[in-house]
């Protein structure tokens, strides 16, 4: 403890143990003497970065309150999580009145490389002044060569958490059991000063009494605490309190109407009560006791136990926890524990109705776990509404090939149904084929119209399937008969509060305006746009390049330069997103890019959106009027004389490289991160260093945040 409040401790802490060496406790205790901490406990759903990057921003937020953008920046869909978000939240703590330390707590439970890069970032970015603490079984995702050369590090381990005889006695004193001198140094010996097995080997002397010495033949390790906890502990406790600890093990957490629910029993809410009298490892979640955990090496040990005496109950307990789960609102809990329980029919229910709201917070990862265990269980062909989702949020985040192998599940096996809306299940698997657009323009307007056909009234993708099929109009060279139907779309999406929607419809408006020359309607249409993605926080959605390009041509239309290239650089970042899973969409995005370069006279960077237009048009090609553009456009470049090289003419693949340039970590990690090699990285880091104008990452980074490439 003196080590952690000294003046000059160190700025990052590592407390890494086994279970039961008092990590937590220890941290609890600094944080209450150090003042000003916020606090997280990780458990198995923050393995989103959103998701675990939010609960920091609260825990820091309950400090003192922070800038509300940084939480905004959260729930961007496409938020690079090196490039902004964790800056966003550096930047919210130096701007605190006084230094704040932050406890991450049962980090071993992250197992998302995001997540664990995030935390190594936020440990090497930390301001001056506040501290990061971390506990963990395992050694913390952190550069601990880069910190310990720094002198930014503090390591504490099982040598400093191990009791001594005196720390022994003292527990065994205060849990009620008085031993003599020998026999204390012998249990020190023997659980070598583990605090969990000292605790619980006088639990068990507690229970009543030993027929032998309890901890003859126990050592600190927990693969035999499971038989020291069954045979000392468990072995003299009444049976149905035994079976109350096994079986509410599959809960992570515990109320007492949930337990009675899971066991089929009454007053488990008092059982709970005298369970924590008992200091029977039990953990309250909240000053009223009504949420309560086990410690988590017990319930480990309650769950192999339970797996011992009882594993056909165990699918019947998690089912009776999603039941009443779902019946009380926690639908996120609902999925885990239908998932644990082989209950694909109501976790498709859920997931179906959960994922694409998951997506729109920016918990993508979130939801590709959720539709993950359906893949993994071979049963996407069996539940199309799951199988739309995945197909959807795949398009969305830019991967052709899985949207593929998700549109072709849900398009297998089409049951009749009805989803929650009031949509017809094959309606949805219609506005997925508009949306995808494999098949052509005219095949892309009549699944739209089959869509609009089935959707319910109140349906939030009727917005959506009226935009396709003014855009398939569009498409076919009929702006006239484009317009009114996108018009209606953008009513109808506002309507129902689909701003994604609304937002992408204002951008083909801007587009059919500015063949017709009304710049003015144009420039109002591009405005509306970019409102609707400001108040929306949509700024990294799939539909927001498209926004910028329109924005960016109005803009030099009206001799705002400076403006203009702002909306390039926005888009820029966005281009990875642009691939043929929705190839309508990608390939008008870049060839508003590219007039707006042209515009600028910025023919290098006409050209790099051009090829990546024209490679989507060789597998996408039947898309109207889209390849003569491309061709008209590419025709014109070829009669302008190449120019230098600049930021606008980056490769998909040196964008992608972009917000991983500006992390700790080195070439070598940055290709595992992105499945390629250290050379590959090395020479798209050379190529974009090249077109930056800069010769070293440092000034490649620095350039990248002076033209706003790493987002706002």
């Excluded at 941290?27 to 970065?49: E, H």
């Excluded at 605190?96 to 707590?105: E, G, I, Y």
Aim: aromatic share 4%; glycine share 6%; proline share 5%.
């Amino acid at each position: 403890m003196d080590r952690l409040l000294a003046l000059d401790a160190a700025p990052v802490i590592s407390v890494a143990a086994p279970a039961g060496y008092g990590k937590t406790t220890l941290l609890a205790q600094w944080a209450a003497r150090r003042g000003r901490v916020g606090w997280v406990s990780v458990d198995q759903r923050d393995n989103d970065p959103t998701v675990l990057l939010s609960y920091l921003a609260a825990a820091v937020d309950r400090v003192e309150p922070i800038d509300p953008a940084v939480l905004r920046t959260l729930a961007a869909p496409r938020a690079s999580i090196p490039a902004t978000v964790i800056p966003g939240l550096v930047a919210a703590l130096s701007a605190m009145t006084q230094p704040v330390a932050l406890v991450l707590d049962h980090v071993e439970l992250l197992a998302n490389v995001q997540c664990l890069d995030a935390v190594a970032e936020l440990a090497v970015q930390l301001p001056t002044g506040s501290q990061l603490a971390l506990g963990s079984r395992s050694t913390p995702p952190l550069p601990v060569g880069l910190l310990r050369a720094q002198a930014r590090l503090v390591e504490i381990g099982v040598n400093e958490l191990a009791m001594d005889r005196l720390e022994a006695a003292l527990l065994l004193s205060d849990a009620g059991v008085e031993l003599s001198r020998e026999e204390v140094d012998e249990l020190v010996r023997q659980t070598e000063g583990w605090p969990v097995g000292l605790y619980v080997a006088a639990l068990a002397r507690k229970a009543g009494g030993p027929r032998r010495r309890p901890w003859a033949g126990f050592t600190g390790h927990d693969r035999l605490m499971a038989e020291y906890l069954r045979s000392e502990l468990l072995a003299r406790l009444p049976q149905r309190t035994v079976s109350f600890l096994t079986r509410t093990a599959v809960l992570e957490r515990m109320s007492g109407p949930l337990c009675d629910a899971v066991l089929g029993a009454t007053e488990s809410g008092r059982v709970l009560e005298s369970l924590e009298g008992l200091n029977l490892l039990l953990v309250p979640l909240d000053r009223r006791r009504e949420w309560y955990r086990y410690h988590r090496l017990f319930r480990d040990l309650l769950r192999a136990e339970l797996e011992r005496r009882e594993p056909e109950l165990i699918p019947v307990l998690h089912a009776r926890a999603a039941a009443w789960c779902e019946t009380n609102d926690l639908p996120e809990l609902a999925i885990d524990h239908a998932q644990a329980a082989g209950d694909a029919d109501r976790a498709a229910r859920l997931v179906a109705g959960l994922a694409q709201s998951a997506y729109a917070s920016g918990r993508v990862d979130t939801a590709r776990q959720w539709l993950a265990w359906f893949e993994d269980q071979r049963l996407i062909d069996r539940y199309p509404p799951v199988a739309v989702q995945g197909a959807w949020l795949h398009a969305l985040v830019g991967q052709p090939a899985a949207a593929e192998r998700w549109a072709a599940a849900a398009e297998h096996e089409l049951a009749a149904g009805t989803l929650p809306d009031g949509s017809t299940v094959e309606a949805s698997v219609a506005l997925l084929r508009a949306l995808l657009c494999r098949d052509g323009v005219a095949r892309m307007r009549a699944d739209a119209e089959a869509a609009l056909a089935g959707l319910g009234p109140g349906s939030p993708w009727r917005a959506t399937a009226l935009g396709l099929q003014g855009i398939s109009y569009l498409l076919d060279g009929e702006a006239d008969r484009a317009d009114p139907i996108l018009a209606h779309a953008v009513d109808v999406a506002t309507g129902v509060g689909a701003m994604p929607a609304a937002s992408a419809a204002l951008a083909q408006r801007s587009i059919v305006a500015m063949e017709r020359h009304d710049w003015s309607q144009a420039e109002s249409f591009a405005e509306r746009a970019l409102e609707v993605l400001r108040a929306g926080h949509l700024d990294d959605y799939v539909m927001s390049p498209l926004v910028y390009a329109v924005a960016a041509r109005t803009a030099v239309y009206r001799g705002d330069v400076p403006r203009a290239r702002e909306h390039l650089a926005r888009a820029a970042r966005l281009r990875p997103l642009l691939t043929s899973a929705m190839p309508h969409r990608a390939v008008q995005a870049l060839l508003e890019l590219a007039r707006a370069y042209l515009a600028l006279d910025d023919a290098a960077g006409a050209r790099a959106v051009l090829r990546q237009a024209r490679d989507i048009l060789q597998l996408r090609p039947d898309l109207g009027i889209l390849p003569k553009q491309a061709d008209e456009l590419q025709a014109t470049l070829d009669t302008i004389r190449a120019g230098a090289a600049g930021a606008s003419s980056l490769t998909t693949a040196e964008l992608r490289l972009l917000p991983l340039l500006s992390t700790h970590l080195s070439f070598r990690e940055i290709g595992e991160r992105l499945h390629l090699s250290r050379h590959t990285v090395k020479s798209q880091a050379i190529s974009v260093y090249r077109k930056l104008g800069v010769s070293s990452r440092s000034q490649a980074v620095q350039r990248m945040q002076q033209i706003d490439l790493l987002g706002p």
